[in-house]
């Protein structure tokens, strides 16, 4: 399964994994003080490698920054070796290697499974390994895991939205195990999007999402789907935002039987980045009328 639409948890997260304030000297996994310390400097040393691996302008400039990422590397190699409990230091590493600048996947799930043995209440590793247990097509897994870490945090959007991906784009993977019925699944993919976007209302991304999951619902949904993409017309920056939800509103008319509608909605759309997406809509309303012509004439 392709991965590139799921949300993912970036390197911000690993300062999340330190224990504050007054749990600092407390025992977490191995996490003692001076192994805090440790990580802590470790993850100050790859923040300012990352920073510069996102500033790079070209690959030359990027390969002159390996030195850098991989004293991370070895960075993190030390502090487990002395703190092999530490279960954050597993997670920071994991997820390090998940970075884009880094791109070292395989080894970052090893990595997670490894953090989440040694302490199973960290979310962030739960939501990472699902993330990759999904790239993987290990969807059910990937469920399993979304579902934990949003039995940790109920109220972080993120995990709900990627319980409802999972089973929207993982659907058939699930059905195949007769555990699940295609109305309950829809009706939990559905939940779950909603969940998402109640808590997370400025994530606009959140929203567009659960808005197509109305088209793949066995029976689809298409007045709430129109409704959604009416809501979040107002609410994205820019035209080519608003005219790209104009374009699933037009397809969300045409499937409504409101043809007149959609061509006026599809008209309105003029952001030459658009150009490609409108003949693209364009070409499947007129195939759909030459197909309903052929048939009239049968």
């Not at 948890?9 to 440790?38: K, N, Y």
């Not at 659907?171 to 939940?191: G, H, P």
């Not at 045409?254 to 490609?276: C, F, H, Y």
Request: proline share 4%.
């Amino acid at each position: 399964m392709k991965l590139l639409r799921w949300a993912k948890t970036g390197m911000a997260m690993c300062v999340c994994l330190l224990p504050a304030g007054a749990r600092a000297a407390e025992p977490m996994g191995g996490g003692t003080s001076e192994a805090i310390a440790a990580l802590s400097a470790v993850v100050a040393g790859q923040k300012k490698a990352l920073a510069e691996a996102r500033e790079a302008g070209d690959s030359a400039e990027l390969e002159d920054l390996r030195p850098r990422l991989q004293r991370v590397v070895d960075g993190y190699e030390a502090l487990l070796k002395k703190y092999p409990d530490f279960a954050a230091g597993w997670a920071a590493y994991g997820l390090f290697l998940c970075d884009p600048a880094v791109e070292e996947r395989r080894p970052a799930l090893a990595l997670l499974l490894k953090a989440n043995g040694l302490d199973p209440e960290i979310p962030v590793v739960k939501n990472q390994i699902g993330v990759l247990m999904a790239e993987e097509g290990r969807v059910i897994d990937a469920f399993n895991y979304f579902l934990a870490a949003s039995d940790l945090v109920p109220t972080e959007a993120l995990y709900h939205f990627q319980i409802g991906l999972v089973l929207d784009e993982g659907r058939d993977v699930f059905l195949k195990t007769r555990a699940w019925k295609r109305a309950d699944l829809d009706k939990s993919m559905l939940s779950a999007f909603t969940r998402a976007v109640a808590l997370a209302p400025d994530r606009t991304d959140f929203a567009y999402r659960a808005a197509e999951a109305f088209y793949s619902l066995e029976e689809p949904r298409w007045d709430e789907a129109y409704a959604a993409w009416a809501a979040l017309e107002s609410r994205v920056e820019g035209d080519v935002a608003a005219q790209t939800v104009r374009l699933q509103m037009a397809r969300v008319r045409w499937k409504q039987g409101l043809a007149g509608d959609a061509r006026e909605l599809l008209a309105s759309v003029d952001e030459p980045a658009l150009a490609t997406q409108k003949a693209k809509l364009a070409a499947e309303f007129a195939a759909e009328d030459e197909a309903e012509a052929r048939a009239e004439k049968r």
